[in-house]
């Protein structure tokens, strides 16, 4: 070891091919992230300025809109800019500052949404304690308690990789510092390490995942033993949004880290990463401002209030 070369940065190879390709990506990929961040913060505004969002569905909805907006920055600027420059580098410091905010911000989003499912689960089987289980101190405590886990839970798998020899080569064939490829490059690879991580990862999704499935299969029973149609079709979508988000979310994330240990080639983990890193958070805005009425009629509010009076102002005062 002592005549080996300690890597001081990563090579990040992201979407290599010709130049006229990667200036197309990088527009591409520019354009997704504007779409995201924009969406993302007219849920946040919105909720945060309409009192009649002011609810515990809209406060989680408006801190996973909150937490999306960190998590694709956490990668795509950077991404961005390889497209830009032929040989894109980030530093072993930065390569692990990315890998724990963006890892940090997924587990982040996994509280949330099992939290939401939970807000939910109360909502329909419980609806007259509902207000008194769920009330502001409640949801606030439940919000605090999945940004501060998600950010402390993290801590053991990345002091453990980030430990690890590392001495060449420094060629990440990815487009952010993921810990597969990174455990891939070390140049003593512990299976202990691996075991644990992989153990780690597993834990918080699949139990997040599992207590949002048993959440939705108690509002599935309390839907059938409404008695009216009308009552049925009106409960489940209150819940819709959420479900659908839960599985795109969780389907991307169990592929690429609780599928077995058999070798998958580094360009298909790659799609994978850009569905569940880049194209979900899109996804995210949009199925919740479409299918939520309330959201939908507090954003006309807001332009037609707020918005376009300032236009018509700024016009007038122009001309």
Known sequence: MENQTTVTEFILRGFPGHWHVRILLFLLFLFVYILTLTGNFIITAVILSDHHLHKPMYCF??????????????????????????????????CFLQFYFFFSLGATECLILTTMGYDRYLAI???????TIMNSRTYISLAAFCWITGFTINMVPIILISNLPFCGPNEINHFFCDPNSLMELSCSRSHTIEIICYTYTSI???????????????????????????????????????????????????????????????????VIGVFYAILVPLINPVIYSLRNKEVITAVKKTI????????????????
């Not at 937490?67 to 420059?85: D, H, N, Q, R």
């Not at 079709?233 to 169990?254: D, G, Y």
């Not at 037609?304 to 001309?319: D, E, F």
């Open 61 to 94: 909805i408006c801190n996973f809109s909150i937490a999306e907006i960190w998590y694709i920055t956490a990668t795509v600027p950077k991404m961005l800019s390889g497209f830009l420059i032929e040989r894109d580098t980030i530093s072993f410091t930065g």
């Open 125 to 131: 089987c419980n609806p007259l304690r509902y207000s």
């Open 204 to 270: 918080l999704i699949l139990s997040t995942f599992f207590l949002i499935m048993v959440s939705y299969l108690n509002i599935l029973l309390a839907i059938l033993r409404i008695p009216s149609t009308t009552g049925r079709q009106k409960a489940f979508s209150t819940c819709a949004s959420h479900l659908t988000v839960v599985l795109i979310f969780f389907a991307s994330v169990i592929f690429m880290y609780v599928r077995p240990t058999a070798k998958y080639p580094f360009d298909l983990d790659k």
């Open 304 to 319: 037609w209030s707020r918005i376009v009076p300032k236009c018509l102002s700024l016009n007038q005062s122009v001309q």
